[in-house]
């Protein structure tokens, strides 16, 4: 029977729930946040419930004793924790990834209007695609040749690759979204997952492309700073190094258009990449000791950077001091561990802004950021355009390749 009393359990009751459910967190993933946010909290919930049930259950149905006041209460908190815990559990959780995919399915609807509207009717398949060719590919192919990946001019393979502009034009051309020259005789070194786009006319030039496991083989001290992500220069190389590279790379092209022997064309690549590093600006980086580190390092940089921004978590990883850690990568890459996590984070989030469908919030959220605005001032910073503005940069720059 109801009554004022049971309803001052049901109101208790209804307070340990929300305890129950107020739990935050953060993960780039909202079904790996409600999945570890339920098992963080199973053990509390379940010891809670059956403590605070086998208390009041006894008292509820008058065992050792009745209260005819405080039995109203004990059965209203008592049953109510016992039903409430398997939905707290169950139910919740489900309605809560049903209302995020109702949520975000009538985002993306929105999102493909806007897309359409914007791009003006072009073709599909404009997202960049990641590691569109095998991990094995290698080969040396004109500028102008398409590969699977490049459409609207964007290309992002999970290989290292030499880009070659023999003549001057007045191209847009941009590595991970930076404005670079395209100028007579200028190479640039991209590393595995670098975004190149290219538009606006006819091309001269090649384009070299290795596997990682390739890269590892030939690559020394000498050459290994070519490829520095956080420094995408191009690199002129003098006529003397000229006439080296053009028979050379013309017996790379026959090598692969005729027997194509990997080991035969590492040999031609490791040449051509000590030739252009004669013309470079004359430092090498020498990873010695430390080389294994570094690795390991990297690895853990690719994988955790979205999530874990502190370089101690990094440190520790690898069995270094913070500072020990940051005096080893300036001396081998000329940055701090602090200016390759932005880099990586900056990089990330250009990908999202100018080709992805999640908007600045998700975003901000898969990077790890607590808030939107804290999301908007870092890229600002970095960049000198808001995530709006540089999102309309990018939608004119594919509306234009698309045409």
């Known amino acids: 029977m109801f009554s004022f009393l049971g309803l001052l359990g049901v109101v208790g009751m209804a307070g340990v729930v929300v305890n129950y459910l107020c739990k935050s967190g953060q993960s780039r993933d909202v079904s790996a946040l409600v999945a570890k946010g339920t098992a963080g909290r199973l053990c509390a919930i379940l010891l809670t419930t059956v403590t605070t049930a086998a208390g009041l259950l006894p008292l509820a149905y008058g065992i ?59 073709k599909k398949g404009t997202d960049i695609v990641v590691n569109n060719l ?29 880009v070659w502009f023999t003549e001057s034009t007045e191209a847009e051309h941009l590595i991970d979204f930076e404005q670079h020259p395209v100028t007579a005789d200028t190479f640039y070194c991209l590393g595995p997952g670098q975004v190149h786009f290219v538009s606006g006319g006819p091309l001269e030039g090649l384009r070299l492309l290795c596997p990682i496991e390739m890269f590892l083989d030939i690559v020394d001290d000498k050459s290994r700073w070519l490829f520095n992500q956080l420094n995408n220069d191009g690199i002129v190389v003098s006529n003397e ?92 890459t000329g940055s701090t561990l602090t200016a390759i996590l932005h880099y ?23 990077l790890g950021f607590s808030e939107q605005a804290y999301f908007s001032r870092f890229f600002k910073r970095h960049t000198g355009l808001s995530p709006e503005a540089f999102r309309r940069k990018m939608f004119k720059l594919s509306k234009h390749s698309g045409q």
């Open 64 to 122: 050792g004793g009745t209260d005819a006041t405080m039995m109203p209460m004990a059965l209203a908190l008592g049953w109510g924790l016992l039903l409430a815990t398997p939905l707290t559990f169950v139910l919740v959780p489900c309605l809560y990834m049903i209302g995020f995919d109702i949520r975000h399915f009538i985002f993306r609807i929105g999102r493909i209007h806007d897309r359409n509207s914007i791009f003006g009717g072009m």
């Open 134 to 162: 095998p991990d094995d590919f290698f080969g040396i192919f004109p500028l102008n040749h398409k590969l699977p990946g490049m459409d609207c001019g964007y290309f992002q393979p999970n290989l290292f690759q030499i």
């Open 241 to 332: 190094v000229l006439q080296v590279l053009e028979p050379l790379s013309q017996i790379m092209v026959k090598e692969f258009q005729g027997a194509n022997d990997p080991e035969i064309f590492k040999a031609y690549l490791k040449a051509f990449l000590c030739h252009i590093a004669r013309s470079g600006p004359g430092y090498s980086i020498s990873y010695g000791k430390d080389a294994a580190r570094l690795h390991m390092l990297f690895s853990i940089v690719n994988k955790f950077y979205r999530s874990e921004k502190k370089v101690s978590f990094y440190a520790n990883r690898v069995g270094l001091s913070p500072k020990r850690l940051n005096e080893i990568l300036s001396h081998t």
């Open 344 to 366: 990586n984070l900056i990089t990330h989030a250009k990908r999202e802004i100018g080709y992805g469908d999640k908007n600045f919030k998700q975003i901000a959220f898969e």
